[in-house]
Protein backbone atom coordinates (compact mmCIF):
# COMPACT_ATOMS: atom_id res chain seq x y z
CA UNK A 1 0.00 0.00 0.00
CA UNK A 2 1.13 3.07 -1.18
CA UNK A 3 -0.30 5.62 1.66
CA UNK A 4 1.51 3.31 4.41
CA UNK A 5 5.03 3.89 2.56
CA UNK A 6 4.93 7.78 3.31
CA UNK A 7 6.84 8.92 5.72
CA UNK A 8 4.25 9.20 8.45
CA UNK A 9 4.11 12.79 9.78
CA UNK A 10 6.05 14.02 12.95
CA UNK A 11 3.18 14.94 14.64
CA UNK A 12 4.61 16.29 17.65
CA UNK A 13 7.34 18.60 15.99
CA UNK A 14 4.62 20.42 14.59
CA UNK A 15 1.51 20.20 16.37
CA UNK A 16 2.60 23.28 18.47
CA UNK A 17 3.06 25.52 15.28
CA UNK A 18 -0.88 26.14 14.06
CA UNK A 19 -1.44 27.79 17.53
CA UNK A 20 1.77 29.54 17.51
CA UNK A 21 0.11 30.87 14.28
CA UNK A 22 -2.50 32.07 14.57
CA UNK A 23 -1.36 33.94 18.00
CA UNK A 24 1.07 35.31 15.33
CA UNK A 25 -0.93 36.29 13.04
CA UNK A 26 -4.07 37.46 14.53
CA UNK A 27 -2.31 38.84 18.25
CA UNK A 28 1.80 39.54 17.70
CA UNK A 29 1.37 41.17 14.21
CA UNK A 30 -1.56 43.67 14.90
CA UNK A 31 0.24 44.40 17.67
CA UNK A 32 3.41 44.93 15.73
CA UNK A 33 1.37 47.12 13.05
CA UNK A 34 0.13 49.27 15.52
CA UNK A 35 3.05 49.81 17.34
CA UNK A 36 4.31 51.29 14.40
CA UNK A 37 1.10 53.15 13.01
CA UNK A 38 0.86 54.78 16.66
CA UNK A 39 4.56 56.17 15.70
CA UNK A 40 3.27 57.93 12.13
CA UNK A 41 2.13 61.12 11.57
CA UNK A 42 -1.24 61.71 9.60
CA UNK A 43 -1.99 65.02 7.88
CA UNK A 44 -5.63 65.31 7.29
CA UNK A 45 -6.65 62.20 6.32
CA UNK A 46 -3.72 60.93 4.63
CA UNK A 47 -1.56 58.77 7.14
CA UNK A 48 2.41 59.87 6.63
CA UNK A 49 4.37 56.48 6.67
CA UNK A 50 7.39 58.48 8.49
CA UNK A 51 8.65 58.70 11.80
CA UNK A 52 7.57 60.70 14.31
CA UNK A 53 6.09 61.20 17.87
CA UNK A 54 3.25 63.81 17.16
CA UNK A 55 0.56 61.15 18.75
CA UNK A 56 2.40 60.92 21.83
CA UNK A 57 2.91 64.37 21.98
CA UNK A 58 -0.67 65.18 20.74
CA UNK A 59 -1.57 62.28 24.05
CA UNK A 60 0.43 64.61 26.34
CA UNK A 61 -0.59 68.35 25.27
CA UNK A 62 -3.40 68.19 23.26
CA UNK A 63 -7.06 68.83 24.24
CA UNK A 64 -6.06 70.38 27.39
CA UNK A 65 -4.85 67.01 29.02
CA UNK A 66 -7.96 65.13 28.25
CA UNK A 67 -5.99 62.12 27.45
CA UNK A 68 -3.66 62.75 30.40
CA UNK A 69 -6.71 63.23 32.16
CA UNK A 70 -8.46 59.61 30.85
CA UNK A 71 -5.49 57.88 31.46
CA UNK A 72 -5.09 59.58 35.16
CA UNK A 73 -9.11 58.46 36.02
CA UNK A 74 -8.25 54.93 34.18
CA UNK A 75 -5.36 54.16 36.72
CA UNK A 76 -7.35 55.78 39.99
CA UNK A 77 -10.74 53.71 39.30
CA UNK A 78 -8.79 50.59 38.68
CA UNK A 79 -6.44 51.09 41.76
CA UNK A 80 -10.07 51.76 43.57
CA UNK A 81 -11.64 49.12 42.23
CA UNK A 82 -8.59 46.74 43.26
CA UNK A 83 -8.41 47.91 46.73
CA UNK A 84 -12.01 47.45 47.11
CA UNK A 85 -12.41 44.50 45.67
CA UNK A 86 -9.86 42.73 47.47
CA UNK A 87 -11.46 44.16 50.96
CA UNK A 88 -14.74 42.46 50.05
CA UNK A 89 -13.17 38.85 48.83
CA UNK A 90 -10.75 38.07 51.03
CA UNK A 91 -13.12 37.76 54.08
CA UNK A 92 -15.20 36.24 51.57
CA UNK A 93 -13.01 33.52 50.26
CA UNK A 94 -11.51 33.28 54.01
CA UNK A 95 -14.91 31.85 55.52
CA UNK A 96 -15.82 29.82 52.36
CA UNK A 97 -12.24 28.56 53.01
CA UNK A 98 -12.76 27.78 56.72
CA UNK A 99 -16.56 28.04 58.16
CA UNK A 100 -18.01 26.11 55.88
CA UNK A 101 -17.90 22.17 55.93
CA UNK A 102 -15.89 21.02 53.04
CA UNK A 103 -18.71 19.29 51.13
CA UNK A 104 -20.57 22.50 50.74
CA UNK A 105 -17.42 24.53 49.72
CA UNK A 106 -17.72 23.60 46.52
CA UNK A 107 -21.58 24.11 45.49
CA UNK A 108 -21.13 27.34 47.51
CA UNK A 109 -18.40 28.77 45.29
CA UNK A 110 -20.43 27.81 42.02
CA UNK A 111 -23.24 29.79 43.30
CA UNK A 112 -21.16 33.22 44.45
CA UNK A 113 -19.26 33.04 40.88
CA UNK A 114 -22.59 32.57 39.00
CA UNK A 115 -23.51 35.88 38.25
CA UNK A 116 -19.93 35.94 36.88
CA UNK A 117 -21.18 34.19 33.71
CA UNK A 118 -23.90 36.54 33.10
CA UNK A 119 -23.36 38.63 29.88
CA UNK A 120 -21.13 40.91 30.61
CA UNK A 121 -23.58 44.32 28.82
CA UNK A 122 -26.55 43.06 30.84
CA UNK A 123 -24.44 42.37 34.15
CA UNK A 124 -23.85 45.98 33.90
CA UNK A 125 -26.64 47.27 32.71
CA UNK A 126 -28.54 45.41 35.45
CA UNK A 127 -27.12 47.82 37.83
CA UNK A 128 -28.72 50.67 36.40
CA UNK A 129 -31.92 49.14 37.58
CA UNK A 130 -30.57 49.09 40.58
CA UNK A 131 -29.48 52.56 40.86
CA UNK A 132 -31.91 54.19 38.69
CA UNK A 133 -33.81 57.00 41.22
CA UNK A 134 -36.40 54.10 42.03
CA UNK A 135 -34.46 51.60 42.10
CA UNK A 136 -33.90 49.50 45.45
CA UNK A 137 -30.97 51.92 46.99
CA UNK A 138 -32.87 54.57 46.55
CA UNK A 139 -35.51 52.80 48.12
CA UNK A 140 -34.04 52.19 50.92
CA UNK A 141 -32.03 55.35 51.71
CA UNK A 142 -35.02 57.36 51.62
CA UNK A 143 -36.89 54.87 53.97
CA UNK A 144 -33.72 54.88 56.43
CA UNK A 145 -33.55 58.76 56.13
CA UNK A 146 -30.27 58.59 54.72
CA UNK A 147 -31.59 60.22 51.63
CA UNK A 148 -33.85 63.12 51.50
CA UNK A 149 -34.72 62.46 48.08
CA UNK A 150 -34.42 59.92 45.43
CA UNK A 151 -30.80 60.46 43.66
CA UNK A 152 -29.60 59.21 40.46
CA UNK A 153 -27.06 57.21 40.83
CA UNK A 154 -25.79 56.29 37.50
CA UNK A 155 -23.57 57.98 35.18
CA UNK A 156 -21.09 58.54 37.86
CA UNK A 157 -17.44 56.98 38.82
CA UNK A 158 -19.02 55.46 41.77
CA UNK A 159 -21.42 53.72 39.57
CA UNK A 160 -18.59 52.52 37.14
CA UNK A 161 -16.41 51.24 40.49
CA UNK A 162 -19.60 49.41 42.13
CA UNK A 163 -20.01 47.51 38.62
CA UNK A 164 -16.06 46.67 39.06
CA UNK A 165 -16.29 45.51 42.60
CA UNK A 166 -19.10 43.52 41.72
CA UNK A 167 -17.53 41.50 38.93
CA UNK A 168 -14.01 41.17 40.47
CA UNK A 169 -15.29 40.70 43.85
CA UNK A 170 -16.06 37.00 42.17
CA UNK A 171 -13.35 36.75 40.24
CA UNK A 172 -10.89 37.15 42.96
CA UNK A 173 -13.24 35.45 45.68
CA UNK A 174 -11.98 32.40 43.21
CA UNK A 175 -8.60 33.14 42.90
CA UNK A 176 -8.06 33.89 47.20
CA UNK A 177 -10.05 30.64 47.69
CA UNK A 178 -7.98 28.68 45.54
CA UNK A 179 -5.01 29.84 47.42
CA UNK A 180 -6.54 29.62 51.46
CA UNK A 181 -7.96 26.04 50.61
CA UNK A 182 -4.14 24.67 50.12
CA UNK A 183 -2.75 26.20 53.07
CA UNK A 184 -2.06 23.33 55.14
CA UNK A 185 -4.02 23.15 58.56
CA UNK A 186 -0.78 21.73 60.33
CA UNK A 187 0.59 24.89 60.00
CA UNK A 188 -2.01 26.97 61.57
CA UNK A 189 -2.63 24.44 64.10
CA UNK A 190 1.18 24.28 64.76
CA UNK A 191 0.73 28.25 65.34
CA UNK A 192 -2.24 27.71 67.92
CA UNK A 193 0.05 25.09 69.66
CA UNK A 194 2.61 27.38 69.99
CA UNK A 195 0.35 30.07 71.95
CA UNK A 196 -0.84 32.19 69.16
CA UNK A 197 -3.98 34.11 68.78
CA UNK A 198 -6.24 33.23 65.98
CA UNK A 199 -5.13 37.15 65.29
CA UNK A 200 -1.46 36.02 65.20
CA UNK A 201 -1.90 33.09 63.24
CA UNK A 202 -4.00 35.02 60.58
CA UNK A 203 -1.43 37.77 60.45
CA UNK A 204 1.81 35.71 60.32
CA UNK A 205 1.01 32.58 58.92
CA UNK A 206 -2.61 32.56 56.70
CA UNK A 207 -1.87 36.52 55.47
CA UNK A 208 1.35 36.12 53.85
CA UNK A 209 0.88 32.58 52.77
CA UNK A 210 -2.23 33.83 51.12
CA UNK A 211 -0.28 36.18 48.88
CA UNK A 212 0.33 34.66 46.08
CA UNK A 213 -3.69 34.26 45.67
CA UNK A 214 -4.30 37.88 46.06
CA UNK A 215 -1.31 38.89 43.66
CA UNK A 216 -2.85 36.81 40.93
CA UNK A 217 -6.09 37.72 41.86
CA UNK A 218 -5.22 41.61 41.95
CA UNK A 219 -2.89 41.57 38.19
CA UNK A 220 -5.89 39.86 36.50
CA UNK A 221 -8.37 42.55 38.04
CA UNK A 222 -5.84 45.63 37.35
CA UNK A 223 -5.30 44.14 34.34
CA UNK A 224 -8.80 43.51 32.92
CA UNK A 225 -10.27 46.84 34.57
CA UNK A 226 -8.20 49.04 33.04
CA UNK A 227 -8.88 48.19 29.67
CA UNK A 228 -12.57 48.09 30.18
CA UNK A 229 -14.79 49.68 28.21
CA UNK A 230 -18.43 48.29 28.63
CA UNK A 231 -18.54 49.05 32.23
CA UNK A 232 -17.04 52.64 32.40
CA UNK A 233 -19.65 53.41 29.40
CA UNK A 234 -22.47 52.19 30.20
CA UNK A 235 -22.56 52.83 34.12
CA UNK A 236 -20.11 55.99 34.09
CA UNK A 237 -21.72 57.85 30.97
CA UNK A 238 -19.75 60.27 29.29
CA UNK A 239 -18.86 62.61 32.15
CA UNK A 240 -15.70 61.46 33.05
CA UNK A 241 -13.59 59.50 30.21
CA UNK A 242 -11.27 56.51 31.03
CA UNK A 243 -8.36 55.66 28.70
CA UNK A 244 -10.86 53.28 26.84
CA UNK A 245 -13.54 55.16 26.18
CA UNK A 246 -11.06 57.76 25.14
CA UNK A 247 -10.00 55.07 22.30
CA UNK A 248 -13.05 53.69 21.44
CA UNK A 249 -13.93 57.57 20.50
CA UNK A 250 -10.69 57.93 18.45
CA UNK A 251 -11.92 54.69 16.71
CA UNK A 252 -15.16 54.95 16.26
CA UNK A 253 -15.51 58.82 15.82
CA UNK A 254 -12.57 59.92 14.09
CA UNK A 255 -10.98 57.10 12.51
CA UNK A 256 -7.98 58.30 13.87
CA UNK A 257 -6.17 54.83 14.32
CA UNK A 258 -2.88 56.66 14.73
CA UNK A 259 -3.43 58.34 17.91
CA UNK A 260 -6.09 55.76 18.99
CA UNK A 261 -2.68 53.31 18.14
CA UNK A 262 -0.47 55.45 20.35
CA UNK A 263 -3.04 55.76 23.08
CA UNK A 264 -3.37 51.40 23.45
CA UNK A 265 0.35 51.27 23.38
CA UNK A 266 0.28 53.96 26.75
CA UNK A 267 -2.17 51.58 28.09
CA UNK A 268 -0.36 48.67 27.21
CA UNK A 269 2.93 49.98 29.16
CA UNK A 270 1.07 50.62 32.35
CA UNK A 271 -0.31 46.87 32.46
CA UNK A 272 3.79 45.87 31.88
CA UNK A 273 4.38 48.77 34.69
CA UNK A 274 1.91 46.45 36.53
CA UNK A 275 2.86 43.46 36.14
CA UNK A 276 6.51 44.07 36.66
CA UNK A 277 5.16 45.21 39.97
CA UNK A 278 3.59 42.47 40.75
CA UNK A 279 6.07 39.71 38.88
CA UNK A 280 7.62 38.71 41.90
CA UNK A 281 4.50 37.70 43.60
CA UNK A 282 3.29 35.73 40.32
CA UNK A 283 6.47 33.86 40.16
CA UNK A 284 6.07 32.78 43.40
CA UNK A 285 3.11 30.77 42.88
CA UNK A 286 4.59 28.46 40.43
CA UNK A 287 7.81 27.53 42.96
CA UNK B 1 -23.39 30.20 68.26
CA UNK B 2 -20.11 31.93 68.78
CA UNK B 3 -20.04 35.59 67.59
CA UNK B 4 -17.56 34.90 65.17
CA UNK B 5 -19.84 32.50 63.58
CA UNK B 6 -22.83 34.76 63.51
CA UNK B 7 -19.99 37.45 61.93
CA UNK B 8 -19.55 34.72 59.08
CA UNK B 9 -23.24 34.15 58.29
CA UNK B 10 -23.94 37.52 58.16
CA UNK B 11 -20.95 38.42 55.89
CA UNK B 12 -21.72 35.68 53.69
CA UNK B 13 -25.37 36.54 52.98
CA UNK B 14 -24.66 40.33 52.44
CA UNK B 15 -22.04 39.24 50.24
CA UNK B 16 -24.20 36.99 48.30
CA UNK B 17 -26.92 39.54 48.22
CA UNK B 18 -24.64 42.17 46.46
CA UNK B 19 -23.53 39.36 44.30
CA UNK B 20 -26.99 38.61 43.07
CA UNK B 21 -29.27 41.68 43.87
CA UNK B 22 -28.20 42.88 39.50
CA UNK B 23 -29.69 39.73 38.67
CA UNK B 24 -32.54 39.30 40.97
CA UNK B 25 -33.36 43.17 39.58
CA UNK B 26 -33.12 42.07 36.05
CA UNK B 27 -35.23 39.00 36.52
CA UNK B 28 -37.87 40.33 38.29
CA UNK B 29 -38.30 43.14 35.99
CA UNK B 30 -38.50 41.18 33.10
CA UNK B 31 -41.33 39.88 34.33
CA UNK B 32 -42.63 43.45 34.41
CA UNK B 33 -45.97 44.58 33.48
CA UNK B 34 -46.52 47.89 32.10
CA UNK B 35 -45.02 49.89 29.40
CA UNK B 36 -42.11 50.96 31.49
CA UNK B 37 -39.17 48.50 32.21
CA UNK B 38 -37.87 50.25 34.90
CA UNK B 39 -38.66 50.50 39.07
CA UNK B 40 -41.40 50.43 40.26
CA UNK B 41 -42.47 46.56 39.93
CA UNK B 42 -45.87 46.54 39.12
CA UNK B 43 -46.98 43.03 38.49
CA UNK B 44 -46.33 39.89 36.50
CA UNK B 45 -46.43 39.30 33.35
CA UNK B 46 -44.72 37.50 30.08
CA UNK B 47 -45.51 40.01 27.86
CA UNK B 48 -41.86 41.14 27.22
CA UNK B 49 -40.93 37.40 26.57
CA UNK B 50 -43.86 37.36 23.48
CA UNK B 51 -41.95 40.55 22.69
CA UNK B 52 -38.45 38.85 22.90
CA UNK B 53 -39.78 36.06 20.98
CA UNK B 54 -41.25 38.25 18.32
CA UNK B 55 -38.21 40.63 18.00
CA UNK B 56 -36.38 38.54 14.58
CA UNK B 57 -33.63 41.06 14.99
CA UNK B 58 -32.96 39.85 18.27
CA UNK B 59 -33.57 35.69 17.14
CA UNK B 60 -31.53 36.13 14.73
CA UNK B 61 -28.41 38.09 16.30
CA UNK B 62 -28.57 34.62 18.81
CA UNK B 63 -28.06 32.28 16.22
CA UNK B 64 -25.42 34.23 14.87
CA UNK B 65 -23.88 34.43 18.11
CA UNK B 66 -24.18 30.72 19.09
CA UNK B 67 -22.64 30.10 15.08
CA UNK B 68 -19.66 32.05 16.24
CA UNK B 69 -18.95 30.55 19.58
CA UNK B 70 -19.13 26.90 18.70
CA UNK B 71 -17.30 27.54 15.36
CA UNK B 72 -14.62 29.39 17.29
CA UNK B 73 -14.43 27.41 20.30
CA UNK B 74 -13.61 24.19 18.42
CA UNK B 75 -10.92 26.40 16.66
CA UNK B 76 -9.59 27.09 19.78
CA UNK B 77 -9.95 23.77 21.32
CA UNK B 78 -8.21 22.25 18.55
CA UNK B 79 -5.44 24.87 18.47
CA UNK B 80 -5.29 24.89 21.73
CA UNK B 81 -5.29 21.22 22.38
CA UNK B 82 -2.28 20.84 19.91
CA UNK B 83 -0.20 23.29 21.20
CA UNK B 84 -0.41 21.82 24.33
CA UNK B 85 0.39 17.98 23.41
CA UNK B 86 3.17 19.32 20.78
CA UNK B 87 4.81 21.29 24.13
CA UNK B 88 4.38 18.78 26.52
CA UNK B 89 5.87 15.48 24.69
CA UNK B 90 8.76 17.44 22.53
CA UNK B 91 11.13 19.68 24.44
CA UNK B 92 12.52 22.32 23.28
CA UNK B 93 14.47 25.64 24.68
CA UNK B 94 11.94 27.99 22.90
CA UNK B 95 9.05 26.10 24.86
CA UNK B 96 9.08 28.53 27.14
CA UNK B 97 8.80 31.90 24.75
CA UNK B 98 5.95 30.10 22.36
CA UNK B 99 4.14 29.77 25.64
CA UNK B 100 4.95 33.17 26.99
CA UNK B 101 3.35 34.14 22.91
CA UNK B 102 0.43 31.71 23.39
CA UNK B 103 -1.05 33.23 26.93
CA UNK B 104 0.20 37.04 26.20
CA UNK B 105 -3.62 37.67 24.88
CA UNK B 106 -4.75 37.46 28.21
CA UNK B 107 -2.58 39.94 29.62
CA UNK B 108 -3.89 42.81 26.44
CA UNK B 109 -7.21 44.37 26.87
CA UNK B 110 -9.90 43.08 24.30
CA UNK B 111 -10.10 46.47 22.77
CA UNK B 112 -6.57 47.05 21.62
CA UNK B 113 -7.08 43.24 20.36
CA UNK B 114 -9.58 44.49 18.43
CA UNK B 115 -8.58 47.16 16.82
CA UNK B 116 -5.13 45.42 16.04
CA UNK B 117 -7.39 43.18 13.88
CA UNK B 118 -9.45 45.93 12.45
CA UNK B 119 -6.57 47.52 11.19
CA UNK B 120 -5.06 44.10 9.65
CA UNK B 121 -8.21 42.99 7.93
CA UNK B 122 -8.75 46.50 6.79
CA UNK B 123 -5.13 45.87 4.68
CA UNK B 124 -6.11 42.19 4.03
CA UNK B 125 -9.24 43.01 2.34
CA UNK B 126 -10.88 40.79 4.90
CA UNK B 127 -14.12 42.29 5.80
CA UNK B 128 -16.02 43.29 9.10
CA UNK B 129 -17.93 40.22 9.58
CA UNK B 130 -18.76 37.21 11.59
CA UNK B 131 -15.89 35.72 10.35
CA UNK B 132 -13.80 38.51 11.92
CA UNK B 133 -15.32 38.25 15.10
CA UNK B 134 -14.81 34.44 15.15
CA UNK B 135 -11.31 34.60 14.26
CA UNK B 136 -10.55 37.30 17.46
CA UNK B 137 -12.37 35.00 19.39
CA UNK B 138 -10.42 32.31 19.05
CA UNK B 139 -7.60 34.75 19.94
CA UNK B 140 -9.18 35.74 23.01
CA UNK B 141 -9.82 32.15 23.81
CA UNK B 142 -6.91 30.09 22.47
CA UNK B 143 -4.96 31.22 25.87
CA UNK B 144 -7.89 29.42 28.30
CA UNK B 145 -8.13 25.88 26.23
CA UNK B 146 -3.93 26.10 26.01
CA UNK B 147 -3.72 26.59 29.57
CA UNK B 148 -6.76 24.34 30.61
CA UNK B 149 -5.27 21.01 28.39
CA UNK B 150 -1.74 21.54 28.72
CA UNK B 151 -2.60 21.22 32.84
CA UNK B 152 -3.88 17.93 32.84
CA UNK B 153 -1.41 16.64 30.17
CA UNK B 154 1.36 14.56 32.40
CA UNK B 155 3.50 11.53 32.42
CA UNK B 156 0.60 9.61 32.68
CA UNK B 157 -0.83 9.56 29.05
CA UNK B 158 2.91 9.91 27.72
CA UNK B 159 3.30 6.12 29.25
CA UNK B 160 -0.09 5.15 27.64
CA UNK B 161 0.75 6.71 23.92
CA UNK B 162 4.33 5.29 24.07
CA UNK B 163 2.70 1.40 24.84
CA UNK B 164 0.51 2.79 21.63
CA UNK B 165 3.66 3.26 19.64
CA UNK B 166 5.55 0.50 21.06
CA UNK B 167 2.61 -1.86 19.62
CA UNK B 168 2.50 0.08 16.25
CA UNK B 169 0.13 3.04 16.93
CA UNK B 170 1.72 6.52 14.25
CA UNK B 171 1.59 9.16 16.36
CA UNK B 172 -2.02 10.81 14.90
CA UNK B 173 -3.27 7.08 16.03
CA UNK B 174 -2.34 7.55 19.61
CA UNK B 175 -3.25 11.00 19.65
CA UNK B 176 -6.86 10.02 18.35
CA UNK B 177 -7.43 6.70 20.23
CA UNK B 178 -5.49 7.40 23.52
CA UNK B 179 -4.40 11.28 24.23
CA UNK B 180 -7.93 12.53 23.12
CA UNK B 181 -10.20 9.91 24.87
CA UNK B 182 -7.93 10.76 28.19
CA UNK B 183 -8.29 13.84 28.04
CA UNK B 184 -11.98 14.63 27.45
CA UNK B 185 -12.91 16.15 30.39
CA UNK B 186 -10.65 18.83 29.50
CA UNK B 187 -10.99 19.56 26.18
CA UNK B 188 -14.87 20.10 26.99
CA UNK B 189 -13.80 22.39 29.91
CA UNK B 190 -11.92 23.90 27.40
CA UNK B 191 -14.63 24.39 24.70
CA UNK B 192 -17.31 25.00 26.96
CA UNK B 193 -15.89 28.05 28.61
CA UNK B 194 -14.55 29.29 25.69
CA UNK B 195 -17.98 29.24 23.97
CA UNK B 196 -19.12 30.77 27.18
CA UNK B 197 -16.60 33.81 26.68
CA UNK B 198 -17.24 33.75 23.07
CA UNK B 199 -21.21 34.04 23.33
CA UNK B 200 -20.89 36.84 25.76
CA UNK B 201 -17.74 39.29 23.99
CA UNK B 202 -18.59 42.69 23.28
CA UNK B 203 -15.67 44.66 22.13
CA UNK B 204 -14.58 42.56 19.52
CA UNK B 205 -17.91 41.48 18.04
CA UNK B 206 -19.05 45.86 18.13
CA UNK B 207 -15.31 46.35 15.79
CA UNK B 208 -15.11 43.81 13.71
CA UNK B 209 -18.99 43.30 12.91
CA UNK B 210 -21.21 45.06 10.88
CA UNK B 211 -24.84 43.83 9.17
CA UNK B 212 -24.68 40.66 10.95
CA UNK B 213 -24.06 40.71 14.32
CA UNK B 214 -24.14 38.65 17.86
CA UNK B 215 -26.56 39.06 20.73
CA UNK B 216 -24.44 41.33 23.16
CA UNK B 217 -24.08 43.78 20.21
CA UNK B 218 -27.41 43.81 19.68
CA UNK B 219 -27.86 44.42 23.01
CA UNK B 220 -26.13 47.42 22.91
CA UNK B 221 -27.88 49.03 20.10
CA UNK B 222 -30.87 48.62 21.68
CA UNK B 223 -29.68 50.04 25.16
CA UNK B 224 -28.56 53.39 22.99
CA UNK B 225 -31.63 53.90 21.15
CA UNK B 226 -33.42 53.99 24.83
CA UNK B 227 -35.17 51.28 27.02
CA UNK B 228 -36.41 48.61 24.95
CA UNK B 229 -39.26 46.68 27.24
CA UNK B 230 -37.69 43.52 25.54
CA UNK B 231 -34.10 43.71 27.04
CA UNK B 232 -35.47 42.53 30.00
CA UNK B 233 -36.36 39.58 29.17
CA UNK B 234 -33.37 39.08 26.26
CA UNK B 235 -31.11 38.97 29.55
CA UNK B 236 -32.52 36.89 31.33
CA UNK B 237 -32.34 34.32 28.54
CA UNK B 238 -28.92 35.11 27.86
CA UNK B 239 -28.43 34.51 31.72
CA UNK B 240 -30.12 31.37 31.58
CA UNK B 241 -28.53 30.03 28.41
CA UNK B 242 -25.39 30.82 30.34
CA UNK B 243 -26.20 28.90 33.33
CA UNK B 244 -26.82 25.87 32.03
CA UNK B 245 -23.44 26.21 30.09
CA UNK B 246 -22.05 26.32 33.84
CA UNK B 247 -23.82 23.89 35.18
CA UNK B 248 -22.55 21.66 32.21
CA UNK B 249 -18.66 22.47 33.09
CA UNK B 250 -19.44 21.95 36.68
CA UNK B 251 -20.76 18.14 36.22
CA UNK B 252 -18.01 17.43 33.74
CA UNK B 253 -15.32 18.46 36.23
CA UNK B 254 -17.11 16.64 38.94
CA UNK B 255 -16.81 13.81 36.98
CA UNK B 256 -13.38 14.01 35.90
CA UNK B 257 -12.73 14.80 39.50
CA UNK B 258 -14.51 11.33 40.44
CA UNK B 259 -12.24 9.54 37.80
CA UNK B 260 -8.88 11.52 38.56
Known amino acids: ?287 | MSARRLFAILYLLLALGFIFLPVVMLVQYSFQDGLVPVPPFRGFSLRWYDAFLANDRLIHAMGNSTLVAIASSAVATALGFLAAYGMARRKRRLNLWLQLLLMAPIAVSYLIIAMGLLIVFNWLGISRSLLAVGIGHVVINLPLCFAIVYSQLGEHQANIERAAHDLGASDLKALLLITVPMLWPALLAGFLIAATLSWDEFVIAFLLSKFEVTMPVMIWSMLRSGLNPALNAAGTIVFAISILFVILIELLQARSRRHG
Open chain 1, 1 to 287: MTALSVRPLDLKRWATWPAVLWTGLFFLLPLLIMLAVSFSARVGDRMLGAFSLDNYAAFFSQGGGVYVAALANSVEVTLITTLVSLAVAYPLAYILAYGVPARWQRLLLVIIVLPFWTSYVIRSYSWLLVLSEKGVINQVMVALGLFDQPIGLGNTRGATVLGFVHFFTMLLTLTIYANLVQIKESYRKAAADLGASPLQVFLRITLPLSVPGVAVGAFLTFVLAIGDYITPQILGGSRELLLPQAIMLQISRQANFEMASAMSMVLMLVVSAAFLLFARHLRMERV
